[in-house]
């Protein structure tokens, strides 16, 4: 009786300790944890990873196996170069023009005298054919003056 409650005294805190394991696993089954040498082995049954773990007290700690570190840190390496060169060329390309895609003042001013013209010319087809039809009407212009007169009603001052 006494050796049963001594095995049940092992045996509850070693279960209790495997609970946190199987917490812990993203996939069921997916790990597959085994004893060695050195501590725990885990082996991931989907990529075939292996980790060495170790146990310190209630916790168990995995690091990444030699052959995984390597490859890790050979990737590790190749970023920092892929880095180093982006940074290299970025400091020997020549810097960008702050308004690159913006019209310079020259361009402005020529885009603003072609609006110009265009509303003095759209204007000037407006009051001819006010000027029209207001003649054809009556024979009198808008101001009600006779056409000819030199007085015109609506037009718009020259502002250049």
């Known amino acids: 009786m006494t050796q049963m409650i001594r095995g049940l005294a092992v045996m509850v805190p070693a279960l209790l300790m495997a609970l946190p394991l199987q917490a812990e696993e993203p996939a069921a089954g997916r790990y597959r944890m085994e004893r060695g040498e050195r501590g725990l082995i885990r082996l991931d049954t989907a990529t075939g990873e292996v980790s060495l773990c170790r146990e310190n007290g209630e916790t168990v700690t995995c690091r990444m196996a030699a052959d995984e570190r390597a490859a890790f840190e ?87």
């Open 74 to 160: 050979r990737e590790l390496d190749d970023l920092t170069r892929r880095v180093e060169a982006l940074e290299k060329a970025e400091r020997q390309a020549p810097p960008p023009r702050p308004s690159a895609n913006l019209p310079t003042d020259a361009e402005i001013d020529r885009s603003i005298g072609i609006m110009e013209r265009w509303m003095r010319s759209f204007f000037d087809m407006v009051q001819s054919f006010e000027n029209r039809s207001g003649e054809n009407r009556s024979g009198e212009n808008r101001s009600g003056a006779p056409s000819g007169s030199g007085e015109e009603s609506g037009s718009l001052p020259d502002k250049t």
